[in-house]
């Protein structure tokens, strides 16, 4: 890929005809963001060109500081005559898989995405390209998810459940995206739902997009002789090694994470429970979205990368490996929750 | 099967020895009693063989998943645990199947064991695809013969004991040693009428077991309350005479009489009405040899005279549980061992090279008896084990009368250099290293070890064996030697098959020494010397 119109550089990828980085890892002049998750936004880059749709998850990422410039879904923008737009990726809020295309070659970077429908975002627009960049977080074919509506189905019994017993849910979720959409699909009149502070202010932000949140309440608001008992609690997993939890007496664990697939991931975590909800594609979604894209090369970063890579050559797919810095699904935790502990 | 798969589900989901419980009291409660015998089996830990190699299961559900063998593999790394990759693999099935337990355990599962490749073949895709995710894991797991649970027997008593009303330690009995998981056996467990019980003459007692101490030695009080043995490691055994049979029962409960044929033979001149607890030890010239030894004789099933001439074996006897026909458990250890030395000593003398009452350690103090436990590491034992004399034998692990004294293990500075992804709960993360010392300029291999390492350390060392990786020989990586960790280890053996030239027992992770360099590792001169050290030929034989 040396040679075409997007690179892969130390600083990351980089279309250097039109002189700017797509989720660049390291500062750049101008960088183009796929979506507000901490390995595809750092701070430090002088200009920021972000999905409009979410343009409120990238700003509290970015700070006040940053000089951010939205685009629309589907506009074009032009940078030194390479036509850059925007197009759902169906992963989270405002996130976008960039599209690039110049003297009638087209890349698209898709960030990371998903195809099943999600009530938060926007669903995945399958873009013909000749260049496809494709992530591959759970791209081993053990990962295919079920249908959401049975994925919600269980969590409700698990709360109605532990409410029974008498019991506080708390439910681990990615901050940014994966809590937002266990608030929004989970049956709201069981009872209250309360927020861990890195989850309530990104539900804000989400709510003031225009997307349907329920009622939350900031656990740090309502003072520590609160009765807990029977709520939902949403908080990110990292504050599942935290003294945090001791605020909410007897309760029950859950986690909402495609790792959730595995038994052993799971006992890993050490959760009650585990609810395989992700927010990346599975298997059957990676082939068909590399399929609808009629690619004649793809580029593999991310998660099982060499596998996706193999299998794709072997079934008549020009796939190569591509070594970026992104991480996937644990991203969130290991890079933005350091600084958000109560 | 449905109800005991959602019990499996159940405990899996759960680290919660409450929920553990409530949820077997409520299979059982619901359970028919031919189905709850096998539940019952299983959950206690008995496994039927292998029905069907795992090595078919996983080429017929490759061809089902229209996958590679290739992505197979690294999907099973990727989950650690066979049956489990295989029902996530296979094509989607919503169905229930509702065959009881015991018609699928007895019916559908065991007699496959003898059938045709075709007829297995066509029955496990039947069975495929009846079940669902769950169903397909349980089934897997059984036809296998891998399946595990996270309750101990221990814990299935427990849950026996609340809905009979029966004492555990009655139920645990009536489940010790062989028997049919059977309806009548099952009613038997939880009946509670107690003085049905005839007891059958192979089935042993619960073993008492020890707990590591975990304070001074004189939080015990005074030490004439106590006796000293010396803590040897071998095989814990219950040796059983009764009406002219003999039985020899492993910790683990398998009956190993014919492996041992010197010990059986031994025990047969007891008296009617003898039961007897102690270690099986490979013993020659008067002192116990390396573990190891005895590994060579623990998997054979023809011992040639070669290997009895070569490894040959005693048992060190240490309690007596029936003495004269009756069970005497509740009696006080002090007057078990006296029992114990007069049944020993009435043996024959060649009856007695084999039975040996382990000697008892002398000590006026905590600190003698602390300086007489440094000889630990020279006699090839691995410290003390500690009895108060009021005790009687009881049932299980118990705390406070039973201690193991152990020396502090041996260690050495070590590298990291291969890893493997782990499995169950381990999986799809480094965590099954070797570790390599000096020899001149070279790391050599010289240990394997798995635990030691909280989680947070162990996501450290899985980026760092990614981010490092120099060479991929299958699931094994190579990686750039820069970690180095301390690593404990109870004992040293020269060894013609390892590349270091020595084996180590029981090496696992102290802690990471990441103050430390790799130039700042031991070398194997360190280690051959402290192979020196403790190999000094001593008796220990009275």
């Known amino acids: ?342 | 099967m449905k109800l005991f798969t959602e019990l499996y589900v159940e405990l899996d989901q759960t680290n919660k020895t409450n929920e553990k419980i409530e949820a077997m009291r409520f299979y059982f409660d619901q359970a028919d009693a031919r189905d709850a015998a096998w539940a019952f089996y299983f959950l206690s830990g008995r496994k039927p063989r292998q029905i069907i190699p795992s090595k078919k299961l996983r080429e017929w559900a490759i061809e089902l998943a229209g996958i590679p063998e290739w992505l197979y593999l690294e999907s099973r790394d990727t989950v650690g645990d066979s049956a489990e990759t295989i029902a996530l693999l296979l094509p989607n099935n919503t169905t229930v199947d509702e065959t009881p337990l015991h018609i699928l355990v007895e019916q559908r599962l065991l007699p496959l064991r003898t059938s045709a490749e075709e007829i297995q073949r066509t029955e496990v895709f039947a069975a495929w695809s009846q079940m669902n995710y769950s169903q397909r894991l349980v089934y897997n797991k059984l036809i296998s013969g891998s399946f595990r649970i996270g309750v101990s027997q221990q814990l299935v008593v427990r849950a026996l004991s609340q809905i009979s009303e029966l004492p555990a330690d009655i139920i645990t009995h009536r489940a010790m040693g062989d028997w049919e998981p059977t309806s009548e056996f099952f009613s038997h467990l939880i009946d509670p009428a107690m003085d049905s019980d005839e007891t059958p003459i192979a089935r042993p007692f619960p073993f008492h077991l020890a707990h590591q101490m975990d304070f001074a030695p004189a939080d015990l009080g005074q030490t004439s309350e106590w006796q000293a043995e010396w803590k040897w490691d071998g095989i814990r055994a219950q040796v059983i005479k009764r009406k002219e049979e003999v039985f020899v029962w492993s910790r683990g409960e398998d009956l190993i009489t014919e492996r041992f044929p010197e010990i059986a033979a031994a025990a047969a001149q007891l008296p009617n009405g003898s039961v007897l607890d102690g270690e099986i030890l490979p013993w020659k010239d008067g002192r116990v040899l390396p573990f190891t030894e005895l590994q060579k004789r623990i998997g054979r099933k023809n011992l040639s005279a070669k290997i009895l001439a070569e490894v040959p074996v005693i048992l060190q006897c240490y309690d007596l549980m029936e003495f004269e026909g009756r069970d005497i458990r509740t009696f006080d250890f002090k007057t078990r061992r006296e029992f114990l030395e007069k049944l020993v000593n009435n043996l024959r003398p060649e009856a007695r090279q084999v039975l040996n009452v382990t000697e008892s350690v002398a000590g006026a103090s905590w600190n003698d008896l602390g300086i007489a436990r440094e000889k630990s590491r020279v006699l090839g034992v691995e410290g003390f084990m500690l009895k108060r004399l009021e005790s009687p034998y009881r049932t299980g692990r118990h705390r406070g009368d039973w201690w193991k004294w152990k020396i502090d293990p041996l260690t050495i500075d070590a590298v990291l250099i291969y890893a493997q992804k782990g499995t169950g709960k381990r999986a799809n993360l480094f965590t099954d290293y070797t570790f390599a010392v000096w020899k001149g300029i070279d790391l050599v291999p010289f240990a394997k070890a798995y635990s030691g390492l909280t989680d947070a350390e162990i996501r450290k060392v899985d980026r760092y064996v990614r981010d490092n990786t120099i060479e991929t020989f299958g699931p094994v990586r190579s990686v750039t030697p820069k970690l180095v960790f301390e690593i404990a280890f109870e004992a040293l053996q020269r060894s013609t098959r390892h590349k270091s030239g020595v084996a180590v027992r029981f090496p696992r992770i102290l802690r990471w020494r990441d103050d430390k360099t790799i130039e700042q590792a031991d070398s194997l001169d360190t280690i051959y010397e402290m192979l020196d050290a403790f190999q000094n030929p001593v008796n220990v034989s009275k």
């Open chain 1, 1 to 342: 890929m040396k040679s075409g119109l997007v690179t892969l550089t130390d600083r990351g990828l980089y279309c250097r005809q039109g002189d700017f980085y797509i989720d660049p890892w390291k500062p750049v002049k101008r960088a183009v963001l796929t979506h507000a998750h901490a390995d595809h936004t750092y701070r430090g880059n002088e200009d920021y060109l972000v999905p409009a749709e979410g343009e409120r998850l990238s700003r509290i990422r970015l700070g006040d500081e940053a000089k951010i410039s939205t685009q629309k879904y589907g506009e074009i923008g032009l940078f030194n005559g390479v036509k850059v737009s925007f197009h759902p990726a169906g992963h989270v809020l405002g996130s976008s898989q960039v599209r690039v295309e110049f003297k009638g070659e087209i890349w698209v970077v898709s960030g990371d995405y998903k195809l099943m429908p999600d009530e938060t975002c926007a669903p995945f627009e399958p873009i013909k390209c000749h260049h496809f960049i494709t992530e591959a977080t759970f791209g081993l074919p053990i990962y295919r998810w079920q249908p959401t509506k049975f994925v919600f189905s269980e969590i409700n019994s698990w709360w109605r459940r532990n409410q029974e017993k008498g019991k506080a849910s708390v439910i681990f979720a990615y901050s940014l995206g994966k809590s937002q959409r266990v608030m929004n699909g989970i049956d709201r009149s069981i009872g209250r739902i309360f927020t861990h502070g890195a989850v309530e202010r990104l539900t804000d932000a989400y709510r003031e997009s225009g997307v349907d949140m329920p009622e939350t309440q900031y656990v740090g608001s309502v003072g520590n002789k609160r009765d807990f008992s029977g709520s939902l609690i949403v908080a990110p997993p990292s504050a599942q090694a935290s003294t945090w939890l001791r605020r909410f007496g007897s309760h029950s664990t859950g986690f909402a994470s495609g790792w959730m697939m595995v038994r052993g991931a799971r006992r890993q975590r050490a959760v009650d429970r585990g609810f395989v909800l992700s927010d990346h594609a599975d298997w059957p979604e990676l082939l068909r979205a590399i399929q609808m894209s009629e690619a004649e090369t793809v580029y593999v970063t991310h998660g099982f990368i060499e596998e996706v890579v193999r299998w794709l050559n072997e079934n008549g797919q020009n796939a190569v490996p591509l070594k970026t810095q992104f991480i996937g699904d644990d991203a969130e935790e290991e890079i933005v929750n350091t600084g958000e502990h109560e």
